[in-house]
C-alpha cells in the first residue's frame, strides 16, 4: 500500500530554517507530482510547494523566495526547505502524492515557529 512518511518537523525561532523529508512507498514516485500542504488551528489546508515528475515547481506567494521543494528519485523522498520561518508558517505539514489522478497523503508533521 502507498504510504508517506513526514519528517524533520519541531520547533523553531522566528528566522529560523527546517528541513522536511517525505520518504514515499507504494508508489511509482518518479512518475508522480509530489507536493507539500499545511494546515494551521483552525484553517484549511492549504498548498505549500508542488513539483511535477520533470521538476516543475510551484509555490504560492506566501512562501515563494522562503521555501524550496526538491525530489531525490532514487531515495524516493521528497524534501521542503524551509528558511526565513515566521509565527504564521505555523502548522501541521502533509505530503501529497498525487498517482494517476488519486491523492496520498501522509499523517503530517508539526512545525511551531515561536516569535
Known amino acids: 500500500q502507498v504510504q508517506l512518511v513526514e519528517s524533520g518537523g519541531g520547533l523553531v525561532q522566528a528566522g529560523g530554517s527546517l528541513r522536511l523529508s517525505c520518504a514515499a512507498s507504494g508508489i511509482i514516485f518518479n512518475l508522480n507530482s509530489m507536493g507539500w500542504y499545511r494546515q494551521a488551528a483552525g484553517k484549511q489546508r492549504e498548498l505549500v510547494a508542488r513539483?511535477?515528475?520533470?521538476?516543475?515547481?510551484n509555490y504560492p506567494d506566501s512562501v515563494k523566495g522562503r521555501f524550496t521543494i526538491s525530489r531525490d528519485n532514487i531515495k524516493n523522498t521528497v524534501y521542503l526547505q524551509m528558511n526565513s520561518l515566521k509565527p504564521e508558517d505555523t502548522a501541521v505539514y502533509y505530503c501529497?502524492?498525487?498517482?494517476?489522478?488519486?491523492?496520498?497523503w501522509g499523517k503530517g508533521t508539526l512545525v511551531t515557529v515561536s516569535s
Open positions: 501529497n502524492a498525487n498517482q494517476f489522478g488519486s491523492d496520498y
Open positions: 513539483i511535477t515528475s520533470s521538476g516543475s515547481t
